[in-house]
């Protein structure tokens, strides 16, 4: 029996999450994301597009494989042979689930798919019937909902459901939707589709307009949907998806409002969190709702005193119920490698074989003679470096060198090697980071473009580890490179040599999005 008072949490960072540009993650990424998703205890992990490419197959099938307690999921078009190919994926996992999804919009069904809504609403009946024979936990999407005609899909919706369709999802595709309308139109679509209470209502949105998770709460509330679809950090292309963190952080302050209950374990927020920034490569910006380094940080004098006698004061939620650790110690310049294999478990950080605990457990070591406190984060930091480095280290970074002065150029002096091949560059820069990248491109001149730069205090104070992340393109190919290091140049030099092995990989990044 179903629980009214449930609300399902179906996570989609691997899917949605990964459209977002240079977001792609390679299968074991997308494996270590899909664990720490199981540790939240998200309900559902729509772990990929199974048809859209082989190793985007390979990865839900790995997940379907290892996750035990979530429900995997697939996405398919319409269409038997995606179908296929997503019930083979999810064929190891224990509890699977078939997402099918067809654009039921004026715009989308003539510009885009070029049919009469009459073949799409035989198409969406043709697919659920067939997704039954591989599964009976069936979802279908009306794609671009919140632009479709009510009457349009109050037919297709009722048609789906009679197939057995057994969740049903309602998309802001293009983010277009704003709260009050959408709650209403959910509503009225329950209210008018016949046999609407023989599925679970979900809603699915996007953050154009900044209001996607203001647009699933009142899904849910004015609605009666049941089910919100979101990503970590709100991970997603153009402006993102519904952020679990906030939603689920939402429901669970405001219970006197929401009266519903979650499976989730929010202790495990921040740790999913900063996996999943750091295996992609997209910052979480400070002022982030809970989980931004500043969503606990109190700066006026007013409201640290008023935290000081009474921390509700100025605080709804407390920091370490989302996962926020007191900046623990965790390990020092004298922890053996024992130690730090149990920590790296105790995090979730399972690496593959003895070589890489080896590697990371080297990294460790040198990291904690420049170093005196190392944290999590630090830890974390260089599981991510070992499995950067994990996919091939075509060029690999030894050692440098910078000056900076008042009124002087900046210069910079990189030893590196390229193929195996050490070699030195230096070269001056506008400040002592664009040094550091003409040097190494005076020997790479690998014809990257940087589109983005950005530089975070790793674990907060100024003993913190930078860490740098830099987003390239080259042939329409974007990659996100990551580097730390308690230098800012050397984490900046890291992370760009970073971003060119992800450029020369042949490891295969996944990404889902394909055409119609
Ligand atoms: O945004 C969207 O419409 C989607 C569907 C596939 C559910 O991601
Ligand atoms: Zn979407």
Same mark, same amino acid.
């Given at each position: 029996?179903?629980?009214?008072?449930?609300?399902?949490? $179906?996570?989609?960072?691997?899917?949605?999450?990964?459209?977002?540009?240079?977001?792609?993650?390679?299968?074991?990424?997308?494996?270590?994301?899909?664990?720490?998703?199981?540790?939240?205890?998200?309900?559902?992990?729509?772990?990929?597009?199974?048809?859209?490419?082989?190793?985007?197959?390979?990865?839900?099938?790995?997940?379907?494989?290892? #996750?035990?307690?979530?429900?995997?999921?697939?996405?398919?078009?319409?269409?038997?042979?995606?179908?296929?190919?997503? /019930?083979?994926?999810?064929?190891?996992?224990?509890?699977?689930?078939?997402?099918?999804?067809?654009?039921?919009?004026?715009?989308?069904?003539?510009?885009?798919?070029?049919?009469?809504?009459?073949?799409?609403?035989?198409?969406?009946?043709?697919?659920?019937?067939? /997704?039954?024979?591989?599964?009976?936990?069936?979802?279908?999407?009306?794609?671009?909902?919140?632009?479709?005609?009510?009457?349009?899909?109050?037919?297709?919706?009722?048609?789906?459901?009679?197939?057995?369709?057994?969740?049903?999802? $309602?998309?802001?595709? #293009?983010?277009?939707?704003?709260?009050?309308? $959408?709650?209403?139109?959910?509503?009225?679509?329950?209210?008018?589709?016949?046999?609407?209470?023989?599925?679970?209502?979900?809603? &699915?949105?996007?953050?154009?307009?900044?209001?996607?998770?203001?647009?699933?709460?009142?899904?849910?509330?004015?609605?009666?949907?049941?089910?919100?679809?979101?990503?970590?950090?709100?991970?997603?292309?153009?402006?993102?998806?519904?952020?679990?963190?906030?939603? #689920?952080?939402?429901?669970?302050?405001?219970?006197?409002?929401?009266?519903?209950?979650?499976?989730?374990?929010?202790?495990?927020?921040?740790?999913?969190?900063?996996?999943?920034?750091?295996?992609?490569?997209?910052?979480?910006?400070?002022?982030?709702?809970?989980?931004?380094?500043?969503?606990?940080?109190?700066?006026?004098?007013?409201?640290?005193?008023?935290?000081?006698?009474?921390?509700?004061?100025?605080?709804?939620?407390?920091?370490?119920?989302?996962?926020?650790?007191?900046?623990?110690?965790?390990?020092?310049?004298?922890?053996?490698?024992?130690?730090?294999?149990?920590?790296?478990?105790?995090?979730?950080?399972?690496?593959?074989?003895?070589?890489?605990?080896?590697?990371?457990?080297?990294?460790?070591?040198?990291?904690?003679?420049?170093?005196?406190?190392?944290?999590?984060?630090?830890?974390?930091?260089?599981?991510?470096?070992?499995?950067?480095? &994990?996919?091939?280290?075509?060029?690999?970074?030894?050692?440098?060198?910078?000056?900076?002065?008042?009124?002087?150029?900046? &210069?910079?002096?990189?030893?590196?090697?390229?193929?195996?091949?050490?070699?030195?560059?230096?070269?001056?820069?506008?400040?002592? #980071?664009?040094?550091?990248?003409?040097?190494?491109?005076?020997?790479?001149?690998?014809?990257?473009?940087?589109?983005? $730069?950005?530089?975070?205090?790793?674990?907060?104070?100024?003993?913190?580890?930078?860490?740098?992340?830099?987003?390239?393109?080259?042939?329409?190919?974007?990659?996100?490179?990551?580097?730390?290091?308690?230098?800012?140049?050397?984490?900046?030099?890291?992370?760009?040599?970073?971003?060119?092995?992800?450029?020369?990989?042949?490891?295969?990044?996944?990404?889902?999005?394909?055409?119609?």
């Amino acid at each position: 029996m179903f629980d009214p008072n449930r609300l399902i949490i $179906f996570d989609t960072t691997l899917r949605d999450g990964e459209q977002s540009p240079g977001a792609s993650m390679t299968k074991d990424e997308k494996v270590r994301i899909a664990r720490q998703l199981e540790r939240l205890r998200v309900d559902v992990i729509e772990a990929g597009f199974a048809a859209a490419s082989p190793g985007d197959f390979e990865a839900i099938r790995a997940i379907s494989s290892v #996750v035990r307690e979530s429900t995997i999921c697939s996405l398919s078009r319409a269409n038997d042979r995606d179908i296929a190919r997503a /019930a083979e994926a999810l064929q190891p996992a224990p509890r699977k689930r078939i997402h099918t999804f067809i654009a039921t919009s004026p715009l989308h069904m003539k510009i885009k798919l070029r049919m009469e809504p009459e073949q799409v609403l035989e198409q969406a009946r043709l697919a659920v019937r067939f /997704a039954r024979n591989h599964t009976d936990d069936i979802e279908f999407s009306p794609e671009d909902g919140s632009r479709s005609e009510e009457d349009f899909l109050c037919r297709v919706l009722e048609t789906v459901i009679a197939e057995g369709a057994t969740t049903i999802n $309602f998309p802001d595709t #293009v983010g277009y939707a704003v709260p009050e309308q $959408f709650g209403e139109r959910i509503r009225r679509l329950r209210e008018r589709v016949p046999n609407s209470d023989k599925a679970i209502w979900s809603v &699915h949105c996007h953050n154009d307009l900044g209001l996607a998770v203001a647009n699933s709460l009142a899904g849910v509330m004015i609605g009666g949907a049941r089910q919100i679809e979101c990503t970590i950090n709100g991970l997603g292309e153009r402006a993102g998806n519904t952020s679990l963190e906030e939603v #689920v952080m939402a429901v669970k302050t405001r219970a006197d409002y929401f009266n519903l209950t979650l499976g989730i374990d929010t202790t495990q927020i921040v740790p999913a969190s900063k996996m999943v920034s750091q295996v992609t490569g997209f910052a979480v910006q400070p002022n982030k709702a809970v989980v931004g380094a500043n969503a606990f940080a109190h700066a006026s004098g007013i409201h640290q005193d008023g935290i000081l006698k009474a921390r509700e004061t100025y605080e709804i939620m407390r920091a370490e119920d989302v996962g926020w650790t007191a900046n623990k110690i965790v390990l020092g310049k004298l922890s053996g490698r024992n130690a730090f294999k149990q920590r790296l478990q105790e995090l979730g950080l399972e690496l593959e074989s003895e070589a890489e605990v080896n590697a990371a457990f080297a990294r460790f070591k040198d990291l904690a003679d420049r170093k005196s406190e190392i944290f999590d984060e630090d830890i974390m930091a260089l599981v991510s470096a070992e499995e950067q480095a &994990h996919e091939g280290e075509y060029y690999r970074f030894v050692s440098m060198s910078q000056r900076s002065e008042t009124g002087e150029l900046p &210069h910079a002096r990189i030893s590196f090697s390229i193929d195996g091949k050490e070699c030195s560059a230096e070269a001056s820069g506008d400040g002592p #980071v664009d040094a550091i990248i003409n040097a190494i491109e005076s020997q790479a001149n690998s014809g990257a473009e940087l589109l983005l $730069f950005t530089i975070n205090a790793i674990s907060g104070g100024p003993q913190s580890q930078g860490e740098v992340q830099v987003r390239l393109s080259r042939a329409g190919r974007i990659v996100n490179g990551v580097g730390a290091d308690p230098d800012i140049v050397v984490a900046s030099a890291k992370a760009y040599i970073a971003g060119l092995n992800k450029l020369q990989s042949k490891v295969e990044r996944l990404n889902p999005q394909v055409g119609p």
